[in-house]
């Protein structure tokens, strides 16, 4: 199962753009690193190390966990009330909502075909906020299984470009997708796959199967359990 994990850290902003053909008020910034914190168990999403491109052992699990830096120019509007005091509009109509992350995949040396794929998460953005972490797997199922069959040469590297791209609604009903960010990944596979794909121990980033940016890949096969199994 694909985990998301959110820390919503908003700090307000005058930020008051409009959306125009061509622009999406939602952005994602960046991409950042996981904090696993001194003993590698822990699971957050406050640091500042921003991260260009991340490395993948094909043979592992497939997940690749990133932190993705939203930004909403959203304008927030006051809550209006009638002549009795009533509120006519609730405070989080401008709340962004994302619902899905979009994800589209292209490769060099080889040139994999990738399906599209789309990961289901809830994560709630306010109007006018700059730094709201949003982190998630994502490679999805399709790609992570292209990947394992289609290497097997541990000498060559491939070049995956993950594009992302957030997908929700305003709380006020209006549909909005955000800009479309990039992350290269280099690709290599250490051995042959394990035997069940998803029975690879849980050694990466935020509890995610081994073969992120070096974490070991260990089968949770044979005698005794691994750590992380």
Known sequence: MRKLYTALLS????????????????????FFSVDTGMGGA???LTNDVGQTRGRLDA???????VV???ASDVTSQPVLQNARGLDLTGPGSRNFVATEIFLTYRSVNPSITFDAETIPIVA???????????????IGDKAATKLRDMLSDPTI??????????????ESGETIHSNTLSFP??????????????????????????????????CCTGPGMPAGC
């Open 42 to 44: 822990e699971c957050m």
């Open 185 to 218: 990944i280099e690709v290599t596979p250490s051995n042959a796959p394990c035997p069940e794909p998803g029975n690879v121990a849980r050694t990466g980033p935020c509890g995610a199967r081994g073969g992120q940016d070096g974490t070991p890949v260990i």
């Open 124 to 138: 709630t953005i306010a109007p006018a906020t700059s730094d709201n972490r949003i982190a998630a797997d994502i």
């Open 11 to 30: 700090f307000t902003v005058l930020l008051a753009t409009s959306c125009v053909p061509g622009e999406s008020p939602i952005r994602i910034l960046g």
């Open 68 to 70: 993705m830096q939203v």
């Open 59 to 65: 043979s592992g699990g497939g997940d690749y966990v």
């Open 157 to 170: 590297t491939t070049i995956l470009t993950v594009n992302v791209q957030l997908r929700g609604r305003l």
